[in-house]
T-cell receptor
Framework: EDQVTQSPEALRLQEGESSSLNCSYT??????LFWYRQDPGKGPEFLFT???AGEEKEKERLKATLTKKESFLHITAPKPEDSATYLC??????????FGTGTRLKVLA | NAGVTQTPKFQVLKTGQSMTLQCAQD?????MSWYRQDPGMGLRLIHY???????DQGEVPNGYNVSRSTTEDFPLRLLSAAPSQTSVYFC???????????FGPGTRLTVT
């Protein structure tokens, strides 16, 4: 069964304290893995797409990596404005996306 | 570009009422979809469309209807609302040659 599991469910960091969010997946025929940021009361905002093991993408303080079984979203020296829920999703078919339940990140000043 | 827009932002319905959630995009994307987001669960696909006149069911289609008469619009109809349909609904779109979806701001629906 296709499945996406994100951990931890919630994470509190001090400003400047780097950490990583995990997304483990089980899917037959991965077509892409996606990271989104979601602020309260808003829709998910696209961050990254990763297609193959070993691939890495970076944007400001965020870096996403992919292996054959999991993806990490590394947050370097986070700021309070990085506080949000981060969603991971995999594309399991042309029109089928499986979403994880997200990691709620709170960065304290 | 406005991107993906949704109306209304909030809606309260009584059990058995019907309504339509509106979704529009101005990016000329072929693919559009509707998701619902419930606490403790990932986004789940309700219906999707790969172009005007073409729709198909997703993971949780029961109780919902869709149609797509234009590239821009993809309304979601609740036929007879039930408390189990209380949720936040998101519309998304993407180009046919890309896997990256872009989401609207959502509609928070409460059914009493």
């Amino acid at each position: 069964e296709d499945q996406v599991t994100q951990s931890p469910e919630a994470l509190r960091l001090q400003e400047g304290e780097s950490s990583s969010l995990n997304c483990s997946y089980t899917v037959s025929g991965l077509r892409g893995l996606f990271w989104y940021r979601q602020d309260p009361g808003k829709g998910p905002e696209f961050l990254f797409t990763l297609y193959s093991a070993g691939e890495e993408k970076e944007k400001e303080r965020l870096k996403a990596t992919l292996t054959k079984k999991e993806s990490f979203l590394h947050i370097t020296a986070p700021k309070p404005e990085d506080s949000a829920t981060y969603l991971c999703a995999v594309q399991a078919g042309t029109y089928k996306y499986i979403f994880g339940t997200g990691t709620r990140l709170k960065v304290l000043a | 570009n406005a991107g993906v827009t949704q109306t209304p932002k909030f809606q309260v319905l009584k059990t058995g009422q019907s309504m339509t959630l509106q979704c529009a995009q101005d990016m000329n994307h072929e693919y559009m979809s509707w998701y619902r987001q419930d606490p403790g669960m990932g986004l789940r696909l309700i219906h999707y469309s790969v172009g005007a006149g073409i729709t198909d069911q997703g993971e949780v289609p029961n109780g919902y209807n869709v149609s797509r008469s234009t590239t821009e619009d993809f309304p979601l109809r609740l036929l007879s609302a039930a408390p189990s349909q209380t949720s936040v609904y998101f519309c998304a779109s993407r180009r046919q040659d890309s896997y990256e979806q872009y989401f609207g701001p959502g509609t928070r629906l409460t059914v009493t």
